[in-house]
């Protein structure tokens, strides 16, 4: 059974999500404030979180920052914060997915299925041979769902790696904008380039030897991007 903690000091969303995600089978745990969610995320490790950013001890982002202290769990912000600075600061604190308020519940729901999906184990389809694949600054195996640099495991979160992986697999080819967003975060995707441009960042960040300089990881604006080995 799937465990989903909601973090809201909303009682009636709350208590809507409660009901709705019960009813589907799902096990889910509620805190009204950051500190109670970092403390329940610790003991209980949930699936998934559903994060609100407006809390009334800390702001959302300051959560997000301290669950990816220690753990790549699926976070899916629901918030009433509409910009887009807002979006792109939770999801470059590590947030997975942003719905902002108010919210149909079908795509909630649609939208935490594919979080939860994201973070699934990939099986193991590659060939052998071909799930190792090396250039000269990090290795990925895709098969064991995991990154190697300077003899180091890189952590990823499930969406940096979902991302990853689709670039990996079509490593030379562009792939364009709209391919990436359906295939990373589901086939209701198509203009969310914001999400994109935070997490190839986020990528660059962490696997690239100069990220402003990226060598493996390829902007074609306007199009796309794509992944070189060398």
């Keep these: 059974m799937t465990r989903v903690l909601v973090v809201d000091d909303e009682p009636q969303i709350v208590r809507a999500l409660v009901l709705n995600l019960k009813a589907r089978q799902y096990e889910v ?35 997000i920052k301290g669950l990816r202290g220690w753990t790549r769990v699926p976070i899916l912000v629901l918030s009433a914060r509409h ?53 000269a600054a990090f290795t990925v195996d895709l098969a064991a769902k995991k990154v190697h640099r300077a003899g180091r495991d890189v952590r990823l979160t499930p969406t940096e790696w979902h991302l990853l992986e689709v670039l990996v697999r079509n490593g030379g080819r562009l792939v364009g904008q709209k391919q990436l967003l359906q295939e990373v975060w589901g086939p ?43």
């Design 29 to 63: 745990d509620a805190a009204a404030d950051g500190a109670t969610a970092l403390q329940l995320a610790a003991a209980l490790h949930p699936d998934v979180v559903v994060l609100d950013l407006g809390l009334p001890d800390m702001d959302g982002v300051e959560v």
């Design 83 to 135: 910009t887009s600075d807002e979006k792109v600061k939770a999801l470059d604190a590590g947030a997975d997915d942003y719905v902002t308020k108010p919210f149909g519940m079908d795509e909630l729901l649609a939208r935490l299925r594919a979080s939860v999906r994201r973070a699934e184990p990939v099986g193991h389809d590659v060939t052998e041979g071909a799930s190792i694949v090396e250039t």
């Design 188 to 230: 209701s995707y198509g203009t969310e380039t914001n999400y994109l441009r935070v997490y190839m960042a986020q990528l660059r960040r962490k696997l690239e030897t100069d990220p402003s300089h990226p060598r493996h990881f390829v902007t074609e604006p306007g199009m796309g991007y794509r992944f070189e080995r060398g």
